[in-house]
């Protein structure tokens, strides 16, 4: 059953939609919502995601250009994205989410006056895809403001006819999901996974404390980015949410997320608040002190849910040894780690008022990566990563990658090498969620669709938007 008012298009404004090349000039737009507009940018507050979502007062590609003008955000076309990123080519390939593929490109100095030539991550909506519209524009609105040293910088974007694309500024050490979890990875030392904790509780800090505050509701280890020196920056912001204002204590909303980092009162009721957010921080911290993934099938039936099975232990320093990530060989701070173990259990409280705000999340951490006192004095010689070495593994995992997906529909169509029109935008097929468990084909993406059954049913039966 697709429900009324969740489908795309009534989500998006008439357009942005799949055949939006506008068909009007700019000048000719209704003078109301120009006004509107200009007054929003000149009193430099943010756009909300709901100004421009809002079917009433459709959006032209120009409008959305003019209301972001401030941004400083380039728009590209898919002509230039082939050519920086060598015709989408699986050389580049960096890697594919519910988005579609992202591929590394080089942009020169002469592309664009005032933007440096500097190497970037080019992200192209699949059409075949789970995601659309609706996740592109969120990322365009949200990151294409916001902006702080521990966010992903949104560069630019493209929107031609169907296509999607968001171009990014390009990180280095890829996701900490990779560095926790890939099987050859070399291990994350215990003070860079503080820095790199520390670095994604300020980006969380920035948007809950921001004057229109944003709940970023898809808190995990492969949004989390890495910088050459292991900045930590968050990026995906398709399913962001503006916070609620006035009186309202949270904002009811269809349950997204991915299985395992959502928070338990949102999945069971739909109300979304920062605190949401707070919760999937904790499970996030207890991946990076113990090195598991949040839900592992692999595992024996008690152990697949992480927090299920490390919550009783974190209070308890000796039990919390028995769970530290045994590929640290020992190389952290036991108070440390003990303090941050502490912290994971309480922002994965279940009462969400209970949870501490990402303020005190950031000073407790801070705190943390002073304490190297009682870190043993290990035996080994390190050498330090070269720029060569860094070239060289980016280039083993994007062959890895390459390897795993020779072919996307999305890069081969991108690259004009492929000609399927697209039947339908980012409504998954009822069989296909049925696979997943769910009846109702209004949830998208197919890690969204892995979020419990009954906890949409709930939220359904809440009157959620
Ligand atoms: N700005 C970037 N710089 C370098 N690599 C990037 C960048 N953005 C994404 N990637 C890489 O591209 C891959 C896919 O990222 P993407 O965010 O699309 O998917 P995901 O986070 O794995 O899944 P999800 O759709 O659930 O967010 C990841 O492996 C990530 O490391
Ligand atoms: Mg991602």
Same mark, same amino acid.
């Given at each position: 059953m697709v429900r009324k008012g969740l489908e795309w298009r009534s989500l998006v404004p008439e357009c942005l939609?799949?055949?939006?090349?506008?068909?009007?000039?700019?000048?000719?737009?209704?003078p109301k919502k120009k006004i509107k507009i200009v007054a929003k940018q000149s009193s430099f507050q943010r756009l909300s995601y709901s100004d421009v979502s809002n079917p009433a007062s459709p959006l032209s590609p120009e409008d959305l250009s003019t209301s972001l003008v401030g941004s400083n955000l380039y728009v590209f076309t898919l002509a230039e994205l082939r050519l920086i990123t060598q015709g989408f080519s699986s050389g580049n390939f960096l890697g594919e989410g519910g988005f579609g593929p992202v591929h590394k490109g080089k942009v020169d100095d002469k592309l664009r006056p005032g933007l440096r030539a500097q190497p970037v991550a080019v992200k192209l909506l699949d059409l075949e895809g789970a995601q659309g519209h609706k996740e592109w524009l969120a990322e365009v609105i949200f990151l294409g403001q916001l902006r702080h040293p521990h966010l992903v910088k949104l560069i630019g974007y493209c929107c031609e006819e169907e296509q999607r694309t968001l171009v990014y500024e390009f990180m280095p050490r890829g996701s900490l999901e990779n560095h926790l979890f890939k099987r050859f990875s070399a291990s994350l030392p215990w003070l860079t996974r503080l820095k790199i904790a520390v670095g994604a509780a300020k980006g969380l800090q920035f948007l809950h404390e921001a004057e229109k505050p944003v709940i970023y509701r898809d808190f995990k280890a492969s949004n989390i980015l890495l910088d050459s020196d292991y900045t930590a920056k968050l990026s995906d912001f398709g399913l962001a949410k503006d916070g609620p204002e006035g009186d309202d204590t949270h904002v009811s909303t269809r349950v997204m997320g991915t299985q395992g980092y959502a928070a338990p009162e949102y999945v069971m009721t739909? &109300?979304?608040?920062a605190k949401s957010d707070v919760y999937s921080f904790g499970v996030v911290l207890l991946e990076m002190l113990t090195g598991r993934r949040s839900v592992d099938k692999t595992r024996p039936s008690r152990e697949q849910n992480l927090v299920d099975w490390a919550r009783s232990s974190l209070n308890d320093p000796r039990k919390m040894a028995r769970i530290i990530d045994p590929k640290l060989e020992g190389q952290y701070s036991p108070k440390a780690a003990h303090k941050a173990a502490q912290l994971a259990y309480q922002c994965l409280? &279940?009462?969400?008022?209970s949870r501490p705000l990402m303020s005190a999340v950031v000073d407790t951490l801070d705190a943390l990566?002073?304490?190297?006192?009682?870190i043993p004095v290990a035996h080994f010689v390190y050498t330090a990563p070269t720029e060569a070495h860094l070239t060289k593994r980016q280039e083993d995992d994007h062959r890895d990658e390459a390897a795993k997906k020779s072919s996307s529909p999305a890069r081969d169509k991108a690259a004009g090498r492929y000609d399927r029109r697209r039947r339908s935008v980012g409504v998954r097929s009822p069989k296909a969620l049925t696979k997943f468990?769910?009846?109702?084909?209004?949830?998208?993406n197919k890690d969204y669709a892995r979020v419990y059954q009954n906890a949409a049913a709930a939220a359904r039966s809440h009157g959620a938007t």
């Open positions: 939609r799949s055949s939006f090349i506008p068909k009007r000039p700019a000048a000719a737009l209704e739909g &109300h979304l608040t409280r &279940h009462n969400p008022k990566l002073a304490l190297t006192d009682d468990g769910f009846s109702d084909t209004s949830l998208r």
